[in-house]
Every structure is written in structure tokens, then in C-alpha cells.
């Protein structure tokens, strides 16, 4: 999960990105009654492996992977990479 999740933040490349978008990318249509607070720990559990302020909230829309950041990371699957507009 927390793969999908940072393929989706980093295939935003520095745009917020939505829990509920996130949810998605985490679990599809199926995710668990608390899937927001699900998100929350996995999002501090990769801010811990990322540098310092690279993952950001923006309160009340969402999170956002710093885009340079977002450019160095290893290749993702592409399969985790839905185009935004899929994601909505």
C-alpha cells in the first residue's frame, strides 16, 4: 500500500493530492471504514524514509510530495501510475 500510495503522490509531481484519491490508490473501491486514518499512518511511515519536508500536508485538501523529490525516487511500477483525471 504504501507503494501505490507514493506512486500516486509522485506521479502528481508536486499537486496536492486527496485522502480519498489516495484511499483509491491504496485499495480501490474496497478500502476499510477507516481508510483515512489508514492513510494518515502510512503517510508518516513514509515521511520517515523520505528527506526531511519532502511530503507535506495541506490541511483540509490533502498531501503533497515535493516534485523534485518526486523525480528522484527509484522507477515505480507503471501499473501503480493512474493519470490523475482516472483518479476523480
Given at each position: 500500500m504504501k507503494a501505490?500510495?507514493?506512486?500516486?503522490?509522485?506521479?502528481?509531481r508536486g499537486d496536492v493530492v486527496p485522502h480519498d484519491v489516495l484511499a483509491l490508490a491504496a485499495y480501490g473501491?474496497?478500502?476499510?471504514d477507516d481508510?483515512?486514518?489508514v492513510i494518515r499512518q502510512l503517510i508518516c511511515r513514509l515521511r520517515?524514509?523520505?528527506p526531511a519536508g519532502s511530503?507535506?500536508?495541506v490541511w483540509g485538501?490533502?498531501?503533497r510530495l515535493d516534485a523534485d523529490v518526486a523525480l528522484t525516487l527509484p522507477q515505480v511500477d507503471s501499473r501503480l501510475l493512474v493519470p490523475a483525471e482516472d483518479m476523480t
Open positions: 501505490r500510495i507514493l506512486a500516486r503522490l509522485a506521479a502528481a473501491d474496497r478500502g476499510p481508510a483515512q486514518a520517515k524514509r523520505l511530503l507535506t500536508t485538501r490533502g498531501y
